[in-house]
């Protein structure tokens, strides 16, 4: 499974971006899609996730702040982040596992999220 990220970039404080996130190769329809980021010095923390069912969890940082969501036709994910803060800067990983079988997680590249105060 191949995980290609797009989205990052700089913004200000309270504004937004969306990343979106298209997996190819072996998809397995039950799986689960996620975002993860990592700041500098830190280790790589849960965003939030999103099951092919449509079953959500959110990092208590994130809650009211962001959403995730999906299209499995595409089998794309996206997380919209709005009142963005300078504490959310970091790479934002993306992520695939099918919830069945191996539960193989899968990673992307990486993409950067600055957010200036």
């Known amino acids: 499974v191949q995980l290609q990220a797009s989205g990052g970039g700089l913004v200000q404080a309270g504004g937004s971006l969306r990343l979106s996130c298209a997996a190819s190769?072996?998809?397995?329809?039950?799986?689960?899609m996620g975002w993860y980021r990592q700041a500098p010095g830190k280790q790589r923390e849960l965003v939030a996730t999103i099951t092919s069912g449509g079953s959500t969890n959110y990092a208590d940082s994130v809650k009211g702040r962001f959403t995730i969501s999906r299209d499995n036709a595409k089998n794309t994910v996206y997380l919209q982040m709005n009142s963005l803060k300078p504490e959310d800067t970091a790479n934002y990983y993306c992520?695939?596992?099918?919830?069945?079988?191996?539960?193989?997680?899968?990673w992307g590249q990486g993409t950067k999220v600055t957010v200036s105060s």
């Open positions: 992520t695939w596992a099918p919830l069945i079988g191996t539960r193989q997680v899968y």
């Open positions: 190769g072996r998809i397995f329809s039950i799986n689960v």
